[in-house]
Every structure is written in structure tokens, then in C-alpha cells.
């Protein structure tokens, strides 16, 4: 996917880890400058009982590139 500055961007994704099955995954997240902030989400993410929850996969990113 092409980078632009301050532009967004949404990524459908496959993340996957042993011993657990494949989760889809989506990653959004935008550019400033050299700079770029976004989340990785369970894309329509449930667990069973007894820890029902929504999205149960959310973490967020910052990462800046070098000059």
C-alpha cells in the first residue's frame, strides 16, 4: 500500500500465533509527517463465555521512521 502523509489507511489482516487459530484482523491508522498512530482490532471479535466481550484483540501503535 502506497504511504502518503496525512493520509488514513484500513487493512483487513490474518494474524495468527501457534497453538491458536488464525484471527481476521483489521488495521487502521494514519500518517503525520514521519509519524504513524493506529490500532490492530479482532475484526467482529467475541469470546465465549464466561469472559464474553466485545473485541476482545485491541492494541494501538506509534512508530516514527528514521531521518
Known amino acids: 500500500m ?3 502523509a496525512g493520509e488514513s489507511f484500513s487493512v483487513n489482516a ?3 500465533a501457534k497453538g491458536v487459530k488464525s484471527l481476521p484482523m483489521i488495521v487502521t491508522g494514519s500518517f503525520t509527517g ?3 498512530n493506529g ?3 479482532e475484526r467482529s ?3 465465549p463465555a464466561p469472559k464474553q466481550v ?3 484483540y ?3 501503535f506509534k512508530a ?3 531521518k
Do not use: M
Open 58 to 60: 485491541l492494541a494501538t
Open 34 to 36: 514521519r509519524t504513524v
Open 14 to 16: 490474518t494474524g495468527t
Open 39 to 41: 490500532t490492530v482490532a
Open 45 to 47: 471479535g467475541h469470546c
Open 54 to 56: 466485545e473485541n476482545p
Open 2 to 4: 502506497p504511504i502518503v
Open 64 to 66: 516514527t521512521a528514521p
